[in-house]
Protein backbone atom coordinates (compact mmCIF):
# COMPACT_ATOMS: atom_id res chain seq x y z
CA UNK A 1 0.00 0.00 0.00
CA UNK A 2 1.09 3.32 -1.20
CA UNK A 3 1.40 5.98 2.13
CA UNK A 4 1.31 8.49 -0.41
CA UNK A 5 0.37 8.94 -3.66
CA UNK A 6 -0.03 12.49 -5.81
CA UNK A 7 -2.07 12.56 -8.71
CA UNK A 8 -0.93 15.64 -11.54
CA UNK A 9 -0.50 17.45 -8.45
CA UNK A 10 -0.06 20.93 -9.51
CA UNK A 11 0.49 24.58 -7.58
CA UNK A 12 0.46 27.55 -9.25
CA UNK A 13 1.52 30.98 -8.10
CA UNK A 14 1.08 33.76 -10.80
CA UNK A 15 3.87 33.43 -12.12
CA UNK A 16 5.56 30.57 -11.38
CA UNK A 17 4.32 26.81 -11.55
CA UNK A 18 5.99 25.95 -7.87
CA UNK A 19 4.95 22.17 -8.54
CA UNK A 20 3.94 21.02 -11.83
CA UNK A 21 1.96 17.53 -12.35
CA UNK A 22 3.42 15.75 -9.76
CA UNK A 23 3.10 12.02 -9.46
CA UNK A 24 4.67 10.56 -6.69
CA UNK A 25 4.41 7.22 -4.95
CA UNK A 26 5.77 6.59 -1.79
CA UNK A 27 5.09 2.96 -0.41
CA UNK A 28 4.62 2.31 3.04
CA UNK A 29 7.21 1.48 5.70
CA UNK A 30 9.93 3.67 3.40
CA UNK A 31 12.28 5.83 4.49
CA UNK A 32 11.64 8.58 1.12
CA UNK A 33 14.35 11.48 0.95
CA UNK A 34 12.79 14.51 -1.48
CA UNK A 35 15.55 16.14 -2.73
CA UNK A 36 15.93 19.04 -5.07
CA UNK A 37 17.86 22.50 -5.34
CA UNK A 38 16.73 25.60 -3.40
CA UNK A 39 13.41 26.81 -4.80
CA UNK A 40 12.36 23.57 -6.86
CA UNK A 41 8.90 23.07 -4.88
CA UNK A 42 10.08 20.64 -1.77
CA UNK A 43 8.61 22.77 0.78
CA UNK A 44 5.47 23.72 -1.49
CA UNK A 45 4.95 19.95 -1.80
CA UNK A 46 4.66 19.63 2.08
CA UNK A 47 2.32 22.10 2.54
CA UNK A 48 -0.08 20.41 -0.23
CA UNK A 49 0.65 17.67 1.16
CA UNK A 50 -0.35 18.99 5.00
CA UNK A 51 -3.49 20.71 3.19
CA UNK A 52 -1.70 23.79 4.20
CA UNK A 53 -1.60 25.20 0.44
CA UNK A 54 -4.30 24.38 -1.77
CA UNK A 55 -3.20 22.34 -5.30
CA UNK A 56 -4.24 24.20 -8.16
CA UNK A 57 -4.53 21.22 -10.30
CA UNK A 58 -4.62 17.32 -9.75
CA UNK A 59 -4.69 15.58 -6.03
CA UNK A 60 -2.89 13.27 -3.42
CA UNK A 61 -4.15 10.73 -1.29
CA UNK A 62 -2.52 10.40 2.34
CA UNK A 63 -2.95 6.85 4.10
CA UNK A 64 -5.44 6.28 1.55
CA UNK A 65 -7.44 9.55 2.00
CA UNK A 66 -7.75 12.28 -0.58
CA UNK A 67 -6.16 15.65 0.65
CA UNK A 68 -9.32 17.49 -1.48
CA UNK A 69 -12.10 15.59 0.73
CA UNK A 70 -10.68 15.71 3.98
CA UNK A 71 -8.27 16.67 6.47
CA UNK A 72 -8.70 13.54 8.90
CA UNK A 73 -5.47 11.55 7.90
CA UNK A 74 -3.77 14.47 9.72
CA UNK A 75 -4.05 13.33 12.67
CA UNK A 76 -2.03 10.70 11.11
CA UNK A 77 1.07 12.45 10.45
CA UNK A 78 4.12 14.30 12.60
CA UNK A 79 5.25 17.06 10.68
CA UNK A 80 8.38 18.88 11.32
CA UNK A 81 8.18 22.41 9.14
CA UNK A 82 11.84 23.56 8.05
CA UNK A 83 11.66 26.46 10.86
CA UNK A 84 9.72 25.36 14.03
CA UNK A 85 7.69 27.65 15.37
CA UNK A 86 6.60 26.99 18.98
CA UNK A 87 4.81 29.00 21.71
CA UNK A 88 7.40 30.38 23.31
CA UNK A 89 5.76 30.72 27.06
CA UNK A 90 5.80 27.22 27.33
CA UNK A 91 8.78 24.61 28.46
CA UNK A 92 9.43 21.64 26.25
CA UNK A 93 7.23 19.53 28.78
CA UNK A 94 4.23 21.84 28.59
CA UNK A 95 4.16 21.74 25.14
CA UNK A 96 4.17 18.25 24.27
CA UNK A 97 1.74 18.16 26.88
CA UNK A 98 -0.57 21.06 24.59
CA UNK A 99 0.68 18.90 21.49
CA UNK A 100 -0.43 15.48 23.20
CA UNK A 101 -4.20 16.91 24.17
CA UNK A 102 -4.34 18.52 20.74
CA UNK A 103 -3.87 14.68 19.14
CA UNK A 104 -6.52 13.62 21.72
CA UNK A 105 -3.49 11.56 23.17
CA UNK A 106 -4.45 10.00 27.09
CA UNK A 107 -2.10 9.15 29.56
CA UNK A 108 0.88 11.18 27.79
CA UNK A 109 3.30 11.64 30.17
CA UNK A 110 5.15 8.50 29.80
CA UNK A 111 5.24 8.81 25.78
CA UNK A 112 6.12 12.77 26.45
CA UNK A 113 8.80 11.64 28.63
CA UNK A 114 10.29 9.27 26.12
CA UNK A 115 9.98 11.79 23.53
CA UNK A 116 12.41 14.64 25.66
CA UNK A 117 15.24 11.51 25.62
CA UNK A 118 15.22 10.88 22.37
CA UNK A 119 15.76 14.58 21.03
CA UNK A 120 17.77 14.94 24.51
CA UNK A 121 15.78 17.86 25.92
CA UNK A 122 14.92 15.58 28.78
CA UNK A 123 16.51 18.03 31.72
CA UNK A 124 15.39 21.29 29.73
CA UNK A 125 13.49 23.26 32.18
CA UNK A 126 13.76 26.73 30.22
CA UNK A 127 11.18 28.48 27.96
CA UNK A 128 11.35 27.27 24.21
CA UNK A 129 11.72 30.72 23.34
CA UNK A 130 14.88 30.59 24.80
CA UNK A 131 16.29 27.73 22.62
CA UNK A 132 18.77 27.59 19.83
CA UNK A 133 18.17 26.79 16.78
CA UNK A 134 19.27 23.35 17.03
CA UNK A 135 17.14 22.79 20.15
CA UNK A 136 14.30 23.99 18.40
CA UNK A 137 14.90 21.67 16.05
CA UNK A 138 14.88 18.70 18.14
CA UNK A 139 11.40 20.34 20.19
CA UNK A 140 9.86 19.89 16.21
CA UNK A 141 11.40 16.31 16.49
CA UNK A 142 9.87 15.70 19.59
CA UNK A 143 6.36 17.02 19.05
CA UNK A 144 6.35 15.32 15.44
CA UNK A 145 6.74 11.96 16.88
CA UNK A 146 4.74 12.34 19.81
CA UNK A 147 1.93 10.28 18.72
CA UNK A 148 3.79 7.70 17.42
CA UNK A 149 2.51 8.56 14.06
CA UNK A 150 2.45 6.29 11.12
CA UNK A 151 3.88 8.67 8.65
CA UNK A 152 6.34 11.52 9.20
CA UNK A 153 6.58 14.58 7.16
CA UNK A 154 9.63 16.17 7.88
CA UNK A 155 10.97 19.58 5.99
CA UNK A 156 14.92 19.56 6.44
CA UNK A 157 14.85 17.89 9.90
CA UNK A 158 18.93 18.17 10.24
CA UNK A 159 19.48 21.62 8.71
CA UNK A 160 20.25 23.55 11.98
CA UNK A 161 21.57 20.42 13.50
CA UNK A 162 25.28 19.97 14.76
CA UNK A 163 27.34 16.78 13.69
CA UNK A 164 26.90 14.97 16.79
CA UNK A 165 22.79 15.53 16.83
CA UNK A 166 22.76 15.31 13.03
CA UNK A 167 23.59 11.64 13.63
CA UNK A 168 21.06 11.08 16.52
CA UNK A 169 18.55 12.31 14.21
CA UNK A 170 19.61 10.56 11.21
CA UNK A 171 19.71 6.86 13.65
CA UNK A 172 16.54 7.77 14.90
CA UNK A 173 14.95 8.24 11.42
CA UNK A 174 17.14 5.19 10.04
CA UNK A 175 15.07 3.49 13.41
CA UNK A 176 11.63 3.87 11.71
CA UNK A 177 12.85 1.39 8.64
CA UNK A 178 9.97 -1.00 8.06
CA UNK A 179 7.17 0.17 10.19
CA UNK A 180 6.85 3.69 9.69
CA UNK A 181 6.89 6.18 6.61
CA UNK A 182 8.85 8.82 6.55
CA UNK A 183 8.99 11.42 3.78
CA UNK A 184 11.71 13.70 4.21
CA UNK A 185 13.07 16.93 2.53
CA UNK A 186 16.61 18.01 2.20
CA UNK A 187 19.49 19.34 0.28
CA UNK A 188 22.18 17.69 2.79
CA UNK A 189 23.16 14.80 -0.30
CA UNK A 190 24.64 12.36 2.66
CA UNK A 191 22.06 12.37 4.84
CA UNK A 192 19.79 11.14 2.20
CA UNK A 193 22.45 8.44 0.37
CA UNK A 194 22.80 6.99 4.45
CA UNK A 195 19.24 6.87 5.16
CA UNK A 196 16.77 6.64 2.82
CA UNK A 197 15.06 3.47 0.47
CA UNK A 198 14.23 5.63 -2.22
CA UNK A 199 14.45 9.21 -3.39
CA UNK A 200 12.78 11.54 -5.83
CA UNK A 201 14.78 14.60 -7.08
CA UNK A 202 12.37 17.72 -8.07
CA UNK A 203 13.10 20.41 -9.63
CA UNK A 204 11.20 23.72 -10.86
CA UNK A 205 7.97 22.03 -9.67
CA UNK A 206 8.93 18.50 -11.69
CA UNK A 207 9.81 15.05 -10.37
CA UNK A 208 12.58 14.32 -12.59
CA UNK A 209 13.56 11.22 -10.91
CA UNK A 210 11.83 8.60 -7.99
CA UNK A 211 12.55 5.06 -7.64
CA UNK A 212 14.68 3.54 -5.19
CA UNK A 213 18.24 4.14 -4.06
CA UNK A 214 19.52 1.10 -5.74
CA UNK A 215 18.02 0.91 -9.04
CA UNK A 216 19.25 4.53 -9.50
CA UNK A 217 22.51 3.58 -9.01
CA UNK A 218 22.31 1.10 -11.74
CA UNK A 219 20.51 3.55 -14.27
CA UNK A 220 23.24 6.08 -13.53
CA UNK A 221 24.83 6.56 -17.05
CA UNK A 222 28.37 7.84 -16.15
CA UNK A 223 30.93 5.64 -14.51
CA UNK A 224 34.57 6.87 -13.14
CA UNK A 225 37.18 4.76 -13.63
CA UNK A 226 40.58 5.39 -11.44
CA UNK A 227 43.46 3.90 -13.58
CA UNK A 228 47.10 4.52 -12.52
CA UNK A 229 49.79 3.18 -15.29
CA UNK A 230 53.29 4.26 -15.79
CA UNK A 231 52.86 6.60 -19.15
CA UNK A 232 49.26 7.95 -18.26
CA UNK A 233 50.61 11.25 -20.62
CA UNK A 234 50.46 8.56 -23.37
CA UNK A 235 47.21 7.08 -22.57
CA UNK A 236 45.01 10.46 -22.24
CA UNK A 237 46.51 10.48 -25.63
CA UNK A 238 44.94 7.98 -27.08
CA UNK A 239 41.66 7.78 -25.26
CA UNK A 240 41.15 11.98 -26.18
CA UNK A 241 39.56 10.78 -29.11
CA UNK A 242 36.87 7.95 -27.92
CA UNK A 243 33.56 8.36 -28.11
CA UNK A 244 32.72 6.57 -24.91
CA UNK A 245 35.15 8.73 -22.83
CA UNK A 246 32.74 11.81 -21.56
CA UNK A 247 35.64 13.01 -19.88
CA UNK A 248 39.44 12.62 -17.90
CA UNK A 249 41.22 14.18 -15.79
CA UNK A 250 45.44 13.46 -14.45
CA UNK A 251 45.87 11.98 -10.51
CA UNK A 252 49.37 13.26 -9.65
CA UNK A 253 51.20 12.49 -12.88
CA UNK A 254 50.65 8.56 -11.97
CA UNK A 255 47.09 8.05 -12.44
CA UNK A 256 43.88 9.39 -14.34
CA UNK A 257 40.23 10.42 -13.38
CA UNK A 258 38.05 8.70 -16.34
CA UNK A 259 34.52 9.36 -16.75
CA UNK A 260 33.13 6.75 -19.11
CA UNK A 261 29.19 7.38 -20.92
CA UNK A 262 29.23 3.38 -21.80
CA UNK A 263 31.05 1.35 -19.02
CA UNK A 264 30.63 -2.28 -20.81
CA UNK A 265 32.61 -0.31 -23.73
CA UNK A 266 35.16 0.94 -21.69
CA UNK A 267 35.25 -2.21 -19.92
CA UNK A 268 36.54 -4.40 -23.15
CA UNK A 269 38.06 -1.79 -24.89
CA UNK A 270 40.65 -0.24 -22.03
CA UNK A 271 42.28 -3.36 -21.45
CA UNK A 272 43.20 -4.02 -24.83
CA UNK A 273 44.27 -0.22 -25.55
CA UNK A 274 46.55 -0.68 -22.46
CA UNK A 275 47.96 -4.30 -23.39
CA UNK A 276 48.69 -3.24 -27.49
CA UNK A 277 50.57 -0.05 -26.12
CA UNK A 278 52.50 -1.78 -23.53
CA UNK A 279 51.61 0.24 -20.66
CA UNK A 280 52.44 -0.67 -17.29
CA UNK A 281 48.74 -1.41 -15.71
CA UNK A 282 49.21 -0.76 -12.33
CA UNK A 283 45.72 0.21 -10.63
CA UNK A 284 42.26 0.10 -11.90
CA UNK A 285 39.37 1.12 -9.93
CA UNK A 286 35.90 1.08 -10.63
CA UNK A 287 34.36 4.20 -8.27
CA UNK A 288 30.43 3.59 -7.22
CA UNK A 289 28.01 6.78 -8.31
CA UNK A 290 27.35 8.55 -4.85
CA UNK A 291 23.66 10.59 -4.39
CA UNK A 292 25.39 13.94 -4.91
CA UNK A 293 26.63 12.45 -9.12
CA UNK A 294 23.27 10.80 -9.44
CA UNK A 295 21.31 14.24 -8.42
CA UNK A 296 23.77 16.86 -10.31
CA UNK A 297 23.36 14.48 -13.69
CA UNK A 298 19.87 14.20 -12.98
CA UNK A 299 19.37 17.99 -12.59
CA UNK A 300 21.75 19.18 -15.08
CA UNK A 301 20.39 16.87 -17.88
CA UNK A 302 16.84 18.26 -17.02
CA UNK A 303 17.76 21.45 -17.33
CA UNK B 1 -11.16 20.30 22.23
CA UNK B 2 -12.69 23.72 22.10
CA UNK B 3 -11.64 23.07 26.57
CA UNK B 4 -8.60 22.25 25.65
CA UNK B 5 -7.65 25.27 23.17
CA UNK B 6 -9.16 27.67 25.83
CA UNK B 7 -6.50 26.47 28.27
CA UNK B 8 -3.96 26.99 25.82
CA UNK B 9 -5.01 30.87 25.31
CA UNK B 10 -5.49 31.11 29.13
CA UNK B 11 -2.17 29.45 29.83
CA UNK B 12 -0.69 32.20 26.95
CA UNK B 13 -2.61 35.18 28.47
CA UNK B 14 -1.11 34.42 32.39
CA UNK B 15 2.42 33.48 31.24
CA UNK B 16 2.61 36.35 28.63
CA UNK B 17 1.24 39.24 31.11
CA UNK B 18 -1.55 39.88 28.98
CA UNK B 19 -3.47 39.02 31.32
CA UNK B 20 -2.42 41.43 33.93
CA UNK B 21 -2.52 44.35 31.69
CA UNK B 22 -5.94 43.79 31.16
CA UNK B 23 -6.49 43.30 34.61
CA UNK B 24 -4.86 46.23 35.81
CA UNK B 25 -6.94 48.41 33.07
CA UNK B 26 -9.99 47.02 34.04
CA UNK B 27 -9.36 47.82 37.74
CA UNK B 28 -7.54 50.80 37.61
CA UNK B 29 -10.45 52.93 35.46
CA UNK B 30 -12.86 51.17 37.66
CA UNK B 31 -11.71 52.67 40.70
CA UNK B 32 -10.20 55.91 39.01
CA UNK B 33 -13.82 56.75 37.54
CA UNK B 34 -16.02 57.49 41.01
CA UNK B 35 -11.99 59.19 42.36
CA UNK B 36 -12.69 61.28 39.70
CA UNK B 37 -16.03 62.00 39.60
CA UNK B 38 -16.09 62.96 43.27
CA UNK B 39 -12.48 65.43 43.51
CA UNK B 40 -12.32 66.40 40.22
CA UNK B 41 -14.41 69.47 40.86
CA UNK B 42 -12.56 70.48 44.07
CA UNK B 43 -9.02 69.83 42.10
CA UNK B 44 -10.62 72.20 38.99
CA UNK B 45 -11.86 74.71 42.44
CA UNK B 46 -8.54 74.86 43.84
CA UNK B 47 -6.52 74.96 40.47
CA UNK B 48 -8.72 78.61 39.43
CA UNK B 49 -6.54 80.53 42.08
CA UNK B 50 -9.61 82.98 42.21
CA UNK B 51 -10.95 83.05 39.46
CA UNK B 52 -15.10 82.07 40.19
CA UNK B 53 -16.03 78.77 38.62
CA UNK B 54 -19.22 76.95 39.49
CA UNK B 55 -19.76 73.37 39.11
CA UNK B 56 -22.47 71.22 40.03
CA UNK B 57 -22.06 69.31 42.81
CA UNK B 58 -20.79 65.96 41.98
CA UNK B 59 -23.19 62.92 41.95
CA UNK B 60 -22.67 58.85 41.31
CA UNK B 61 -24.58 59.32 37.71
CA UNK B 62 -20.97 61.19 37.31
CA UNK B 63 -19.40 58.02 38.79
CA UNK B 64 -20.76 55.97 35.81
CA UNK B 65 -20.39 58.29 32.93
CA UNK B 66 -16.95 58.94 33.66
CA UNK B 67 -16.64 54.73 34.26
CA UNK B 68 -18.62 54.27 30.79
CA UNK B 69 -16.71 56.69 28.88
CA UNK B 70 -13.28 55.07 29.91
CA UNK B 71 -14.58 51.62 28.80
CA UNK B 72 -15.89 52.81 25.98
CA UNK B 73 -11.95 54.92 24.69
CA UNK B 74 -9.11 53.49 27.06
CA UNK B 75 -10.53 50.22 27.37
CA UNK B 76 -11.36 49.87 24.01
CA UNK B 77 -8.20 50.44 22.54
CA UNK B 78 -6.22 48.33 24.97
CA UNK B 79 -8.68 45.12 24.26
CA UNK B 80 -8.16 45.46 20.69
CA UNK B 81 -4.60 45.92 20.48
CA UNK B 82 -4.14 43.02 22.98
CA UNK B 83 -6.44 41.02 21.38
CA UNK B 84 -6.09 41.62 17.40
CA UNK B 85 -3.35 39.41 16.47
CA UNK B 86 -4.59 36.39 18.66
CA UNK B 87 -4.88 34.24 14.92
CA UNK B 88 -3.14 36.08 12.82
CA UNK B 89 0.39 36.49 14.68
CA UNK B 90 -0.18 32.70 14.88
CA UNK B 91 -0.38 32.91 11.17
CA UNK B 92 2.21 35.06 10.76
CA UNK B 93 4.94 33.03 13.35
CA UNK B 94 4.02 29.75 12.36
CA UNK B 95 2.43 28.08 14.97
CA UNK B 96 -1.39 27.97 13.42
CA UNK B 97 0.54 26.32 10.58
CA UNK B 98 2.26 23.90 13.32
CA UNK B 99 -1.17 23.56 15.08
CA UNK B 100 -3.03 22.69 12.17
CA UNK B 101 -1.04 19.80 10.79
CA UNK B 102 -2.28 18.25 14.06
CA UNK B 103 -5.75 17.51 12.50
CA UNK B 104 -7.82 20.00 14.10
CA UNK B 105 -10.65 22.24 13.01
CA UNK B 106 -9.55 25.46 12.15
CA UNK B 107 -13.40 26.76 12.48
CA UNK B 108 -13.25 25.18 16.50
CA UNK B 109 -9.38 26.91 17.44
CA UNK B 110 -10.81 30.62 15.56
CA UNK B 111 -14.53 30.29 17.91
CA UNK B 112 -12.36 28.54 20.63
CA UNK B 113 -10.38 32.08 20.59
CA UNK B 114 -13.27 34.24 20.31
CA UNK B 115 -14.85 32.71 23.19
CA UNK B 116 -12.17 33.04 25.69
CA UNK B 117 -11.81 36.75 24.77
CA UNK B 118 -15.11 37.09 25.65
CA UNK B 119 -15.16 35.11 28.35
CA UNK B 120 -12.13 36.66 29.50
CA UNK B 121 -13.36 40.18 29.35
CA UNK B 122 -16.93 39.90 31.00
CA UNK B 123 -15.07 38.53 33.79
CA UNK B 124 -13.32 41.34 34.15
CA UNK B 125 -15.59 43.53 33.27
CA UNK B 126 -18.20 42.29 36.39
CA UNK B 127 -15.08 42.73 38.66
CA UNK B 128 -14.33 46.35 37.82
CA UNK B 129 -17.72 47.09 37.52
CA UNK B 130 -18.39 45.60 41.52
CA UNK B 131 -15.46 47.67 41.92
CA UNK B 132 -16.66 50.64 40.80
CA UNK B 133 -20.03 50.74 42.00
CA UNK B 134 -18.29 49.65 45.65
CA UNK B 135 -16.58 53.02 45.55
CA UNK B 136 -18.99 54.40 44.25
CA UNK B 137 -21.19 54.08 46.80
CA UNK B 138 -18.25 54.83 49.23
CA UNK B 139 -18.69 58.44 47.56
CA UNK B 140 -21.88 58.41 47.03
CA UNK B 141 -24.27 56.47 49.03
CA UNK B 142 -27.39 57.15 46.99
CA UNK B 143 -25.34 55.03 43.58
CA UNK B 144 -28.17 53.26 41.79
CA UNK B 145 -27.71 49.99 40.88
CA UNK B 146 -30.34 49.32 38.02
CA UNK B 147 -29.18 52.16 36.07
CA UNK B 148 -25.22 51.39 36.35
CA UNK B 149 -25.88 47.71 35.69
CA UNK B 150 -28.04 48.72 32.82
CA UNK B 151 -25.35 50.86 31.12
CA UNK B 152 -23.13 48.33 32.24
CA UNK B 153 -24.66 45.90 30.03
CA UNK B 154 -25.49 47.55 27.11
CA UNK B 155 -21.28 47.96 26.83
CA UNK B 156 -21.20 43.99 27.58
CA UNK B 157 -23.36 43.57 23.96
CA UNK B 158 -21.03 46.35 22.14
CA UNK B 159 -18.25 44.49 23.66
CA UNK B 160 -19.66 41.21 22.27
CA UNK B 161 -19.47 42.96 18.72
CA UNK B 162 -15.86 44.57 19.01
CA UNK B 163 -14.27 41.24 20.00
CA UNK B 164 -16.36 39.43 16.96
CA UNK B 165 -15.17 42.17 14.67
CA UNK B 166 -11.50 41.55 16.52
CA UNK B 167 -11.45 38.10 15.34
CA UNK B 168 -12.72 38.51 12.24
CA UNK B 169 -10.22 40.60 11.14
CA UNK B 170 -7.78 39.04 12.84
CA UNK B 171 -8.73 35.70 11.01
CA UNK B 172 -8.66 37.58 7.69
CA UNK B 173 -5.51 39.85 8.06
CA UNK B 174 -2.08 37.83 7.46
CA UNK B 175 0.03 40.28 10.35
CA UNK B 176 -1.19 42.40 13.27
CA UNK B 177 -1.03 45.37 11.06
CA UNK B 178 -3.17 43.96 8.77
CA UNK B 179 -5.95 43.15 10.78
CA UNK B 180 -5.18 46.25 13.00
CA UNK B 181 -5.70 48.36 9.70
CA UNK B 182 -8.92 45.84 8.83
CA UNK B 183 -10.36 46.21 11.94
CA UNK B 184 -10.38 49.97 12.17
CA UNK B 185 -11.44 50.72 8.64
CA UNK B 186 -14.75 48.29 9.54
CA UNK B 187 -14.98 50.41 12.27
CA UNK B 188 -14.97 53.59 11.07
CA UNK B 189 -16.99 52.81 8.09
CA UNK B 190 -19.68 51.71 10.95
CA UNK B 191 -18.74 54.98 12.51
CA UNK B 192 -19.90 56.79 9.26
CA UNK B 193 -22.70 54.83 8.31
CA UNK B 194 -24.27 56.06 12.10
CA UNK B 195 -24.91 60.16 10.70
CA UNK B 196 -27.51 58.35 8.58
CA UNK B 197 -30.81 58.46 10.56
CA UNK B 198 -32.37 55.07 9.23
CA UNK B 199 -29.07 53.57 9.83
CA UNK B 200 -28.36 54.81 12.93
CA UNK B 201 -30.73 52.89 15.12
CA UNK B 202 -29.47 49.72 14.16
CA UNK B 203 -25.75 50.77 14.41
CA UNK B 204 -24.02 48.90 17.06
CA UNK B 205 -22.35 52.60 17.95
CA UNK B 206 -25.69 53.75 19.30
CA UNK B 207 -25.19 51.19 22.17
CA UNK B 208 -22.65 53.39 23.43
CA UNK B 209 -24.07 56.98 23.39
CA UNK B 210 -27.15 55.02 25.08
CA UNK B 211 -24.80 54.02 27.60
CA UNK B 212 -24.52 57.54 29.16
CA UNK B 213 -28.22 58.84 28.24
CA UNK B 214 -29.04 55.44 30.90
CA UNK B 215 -27.41 56.75 33.16
CA UNK B 216 -27.95 60.25 33.01
CA UNK B 217 -31.50 60.69 33.14
CA UNK B 218 -33.23 56.85 32.76
CA UNK B 219 -33.26 53.34 31.66
CA UNK B 220 -35.01 53.04 28.84
CA UNK B 221 -34.26 49.31 27.35
CA UNK B 222 -37.10 49.60 24.41
CA UNK B 223 -34.32 52.38 22.55
CA UNK B 224 -31.80 49.00 22.81
CA UNK B 225 -33.62 46.78 21.24
CA UNK B 226 -32.93 47.03 17.85
CA UNK B 227 -28.70 48.32 17.96
CA UNK B 228 -28.78 45.12 20.62
CA UNK B 229 -30.23 42.63 18.08
CA UNK B 230 -28.54 44.11 14.98
CA UNK B 231 -25.17 43.72 17.05
CA UNK B 232 -25.74 40.26 18.05
CA UNK B 233 -26.67 39.61 14.55
CA UNK B 234 -23.74 41.06 12.83
CA UNK B 235 -20.95 39.22 15.36
CA UNK B 236 -22.64 36.10 14.54
CA UNK B 237 -21.82 37.26 10.49
CA UNK B 238 -18.38 38.13 12.01
CA UNK B 239 -17.52 35.30 14.01
CA UNK B 240 -18.77 32.92 11.02
CA UNK B 241 -17.11 34.74 8.29
CA UNK B 242 -13.66 34.64 10.15
CA UNK B 243 -13.90 31.08 11.34
CA UNK B 244 -14.92 29.86 7.51
CA UNK B 245 -12.18 31.91 6.23
CA UNK B 246 -9.41 30.66 8.23
CA UNK B 247 -10.77 27.67 7.47
CA UNK B 248 -9.97 27.88 3.62
CA UNK B 249 -7.28 30.02 4.08
CA UNK B 250 -3.49 28.92 3.09
CA UNK B 251 -1.12 28.91 5.92
Redesign the interface.
Same mark, same amino acid.
Given at each position: MLAIKTEGLSKYFKDKRAVDNLNLEVPEGVIFGYLGPNGAGKTTTIRLLLSLAKPTEGTAHILGKNIKETRSYLNKIGFLPEVPSFYNFFNAREFLHFIADLSGMEKPDKRIEEALKIVNLKNEKKRIGAYSRGMKQRMGIAQAILSDPPLLILDEPTSALDPEGRKEILDLISSFKGYKTVFFSTHILSDAERICDMVGIIKDGKLILSDSIDNIKKSYTKRTLLIEVDRPEKLMGILHNLNWVESMSPINNKGIKLEVKDLTTAQKELPQIITKEKILLNKWELIEPNLEDIFLEAVHNDG | ?MV !?LI /? !?EL??YL /? #?GKFYILLFVFVFFAILSPITAKFLPEIIKNLSQGISITIPPPTWRDSFVQFSKNLNQIVFIVIVIVFIGSVSEEKN? =??A? @??? #? !? =??DRRKWVVSKFLFQFILSVLLLIFSFFLCFYYAKLLFPDTQFYAAISSTVLFLIYLFFVLSLTIFSSSIGKNLLQSAGIFFAIFIVINILNILPKVSPYNPMTLSSIESQWISSKVAWEDAIKPSISSLLLSAILIISGAIYFHNQ? @?
Open positions: - | M !K /K !KVE /K #TH =GTA @LVA #T !K =GIE @L
